[in-house]
């Protein structure tokens, strides 16, 4: 049981180039996340997932894109990378959050991402 | 969207000494988590709060939510150097809202 894992743990690009981050989880999660990390600011949610095909913005969607065509994978797209776009990037899962549930989050190990 | 303030932002500290943390928003949570993470690696769930003015206590260390939930504390006695890491709040409404973090350094 691997749980979340995260392809490539490091990458550098340069600005305008495009990229694939893959994240999968064998916990059979409905729900799945791509979280960006910038020192001082704690995590930010760009994207997330309530089922496989389904996708929705969250607090920090532009300039990234992300899919959902198998349950156990999800995906985050940059078509054309800035430097802005630096950041250490996490994938997380969890069941279907309920009002009585723990709604633990479970993380991958995150992608260190640099756009130069 | 609901913000999360953390303090202090940074803090080292001897081993030995008791220290307490806090998470302050001006939004109402259902719920509240806390996470730490390690360097390398991503968050892992410590505890998760629910009722206002619940206290919990994982081994030394002590989790409040705070009546009107929305706050939170977490306070460590006889800080250990195991104890470093960033710890991370994390807010629940509809989706989950992360706290600013505090890096928390214990000194051998």
């Known amino acids: 049981n691997a749980g979340v894992t995260q392809t490539p743990k490091f990458r550098v690009l340069k600005t305008g180039q495009s990229m694939t981050l893959l994240c999968a989880q064998d916990m059979n999660h409905e729900y799945m996340y791509w979280y960006r990390q910038d020192p001082g600011m704690g995590l930010r949610l760009i994207h997330y997932s309530v089922g496989e095909g389904t996708t929705a913005k969250g607090e920090v969607p532009d300039g990234y894109n992300v899919s959902r065509l198998k349950k156990q994978n999800f995906l985050l797209g940059l078509e054309s990378a800035a430097p802005s776009q630096t950041s250490v990037y996490f994938c997380a899962s969890n069941l279907k959050p309920d009002f009585l549930s723990l709604n633990e989050q479970f993380f991958g190990p995150g992608t260190r991402l640099t756009v130069l | 969207t609901q913000l999360l303030e953390q303090s202090p932002q940074f803090l080292s500290i001897q081993e030995g000494e008791n220290l307490t943390v806090y998470c302050n928003s001006s939004?109402?949570?259902?719920?509240l988590q806390w996470y730490r993470q390690e360097p390398g690696e991503g968050p892992v769930l410590l505890v998760t709060?629910?009722?206002?003015?619940e206290v919990k206590k994982l081994k030394r260390l002590t989790f409040q939510f705070g009546d009107a939930r929305k706050d939170s504390s977490l306070h460590i006695t006889a800080a250990q150097p195991g104890d470093t890491g960033l710890y991370l709040c994390a807010g629940q409404v509809e989706k989950l809202t992360f706290g600013t973090g505090t890096r928390l350094t214990i000194i051998p």
């Open positions: 939004s109402v949570f259902s719920s």
């Open positions: 709060v629910v009722t206002g003015g």
